[in-house]
């Protein structure tokens, strides 16, 4: 993994095994470190150039939302959070919600993994056939209801329409043309580009 002048690294718990494995040192540590190897964290512990923010246990927040947080504070410009999907469903249902943080703050904020690209999306976007993650676009309300919702370029179209939460008319839409347009003009939409 090579950084770009700017970027920062915030390992997560146990994050910081996946980093150990590829020999990147990051410039934040966030958790309880309640599921890391205490070899691997005092390993770390001993590069003094690494912040580390530890945490008691039993907190209110997950070591993601503290970390995603963190990098708002640290003023970033973009957010990209990686492992955040893993095995339990409630920590990835939590991990898409806390996405609503860094849309409030004005800043741009995904969760990738190997077959998703998660954002979320408050007013009008353009994506493009050959950069977009996956071949399936799927918009799920975030709020009770998005209104005004236009989609065009895509294989199922819409026209100032409205999505409620507890249906499934926006699953698994497709792009057809060179780019697309999603716009709506109320409530928050998750967006996944996905691939099998």
């Known amino acids: 993994m090579k950084l770009t002048f700017g970027q920062r690294i915030i390992a997560v718990d146990k994050g910081l095994e996946m980093l150990n494995q590829i020999n990147v040192i990051p410039h934040h540590v966030v958790g309880d470190f309640d599921s890391i190897s ?3 964290l005092k390993f770390y512990q001993g590069n003094h150039k690494i912040i580390f923010h530890k945490y008691h ?3 209110d927040n ?3 939302d ?3 947080t963190l990098a708002i504070e640290l003023e970033s410009s973009s957010i990209t ?3 955040a999907l893993g095995k339990r469903m409630d920590h990835a249902l939590s991990n898409i919600h806390i996405l609503k943080e860094a849309l409030e703050a004005g800043i741009s904020c995904q969760i ?3 077959h ?3 954002y979320l999306l408050k007013d009008s976007k353009t994506l493009d056939k050959n950069t977009i993650y996956g071949k399936y676009i799927s918009l799920i309300p975030l709020t009770t209801t998005v209104e005004g919702l236009t989609l065009k370029g895509f294989k199922y179209p819409l026209n100032n329409d409205s999505l409620s939460i507890g ?3 926006g699953v698994s839409n497709e792009i057809i043309q060179d780019n697309a347009y999603i716009e709506l003009k109320k409530g928050i939409l998750i967006v996944i580009e996905s691939r099998d």
């Open 66 to 68: 503290i970390a995603l």
């Open 62 to 64: 997950t070591d993601t």
């Open 112 to 114: 990738l993994d190997n």
């Open 57 to 59: 246990p039993e907190k």
């Open 81 to 83: 959070i990686m492992g």
């Open 167 to 169: 249906k499934s008319l």
């Open 38 to 40: 205490n070899k691997i």
């Open 116 to 118: 998703n690209r998660i």
